[in-house]
């Protein structure tokens, strides 16, 4: 009888391992090691904007900033979140969080808030 192994890839938390290093299946030698993700930023200037940089990086993520008329325009924004989106627009890894109150609450679920 063929055993089947746990492919760490469906795991929860997959997207917080480091690359090269993804548990092998019955080693728990790597099991609460987690890595930094890096969080963008998608802001306009704003005083909400460069809060949400500054609580981010208090909360240890590697953060990346793109500014409204340099990295990329209005339109482009509107494009990406939607007509209704408010500044600043935060990604934690690959996935959209939103905006600040919506990515606090995101972190603060997981445990990520120290």
Same mark, same amino acid.
């Given at each position: 009888?063929?055993?089947?192994?746990?492919? /760490?890839? !469906? $795991?929860?938390?997959?997207?917080? @391992? $480091? *690359?090269?290093? $993804?548990?092998?299946?019955?080693? !728990?030698? @790597? &099991? !609460? %090691?987690?890595?930094?993700?890096?969080?963008?930023?998608?802001? !306009?200037?704003?005083?909400?904007?460069? %809060?949400?940089?500054?609580?981010?990086? #208090?909360?240890?993520?590697?953060?990346? =900033?793109?500014?409204?008329? #340099?990295?990329?325009?209005? %339109?482009?924004? %509107? #494009? =990406?979140?939607? &007509? =209704? #989106?408010? *500044? /600043?627009?935060?990604?934690?890894?690959?996935?959209?969080?939103?905006?600040?109150? $919506?990515?606090?609450? *995101?972190? &603060?679920?997981?445990?990520?808030?120290?």
């Amino acid at each position: 009888m063929a055993q089947l192994t746990i492919d /760490p890839r !469906n $795991e929860d938390d997959y997207d917080t @391992w $480091e *690359y090269g290093t $993804e548990p092998v299946p019955g080693d !728990n030698t @790597w &099991s !609460n %090691r987690k890595r930094k993700m890096q969080a963008l930023v998608y802001g !306009n200037g704003s005083q909400e904007s460069e %809060r949400a940089k500054m609580v981010l990086e #208090a909360c240890g993520q590697d953060v990346r =900033e793109f500014l409204l008329g #340099a990295d990329f325009s209005d %339109r482009q924004f %509107r #494009a =990406e979140f939607g &007509s =209704e #989106a408010e *500044y /600043p627009q935060i990604a934690i890894g690959l996935n959209h969080r939103g905006t600040l109150k $919506e990515t606090l609450k *995101y972190m &603060s679920d997981r445990g990520m808030l120290v």
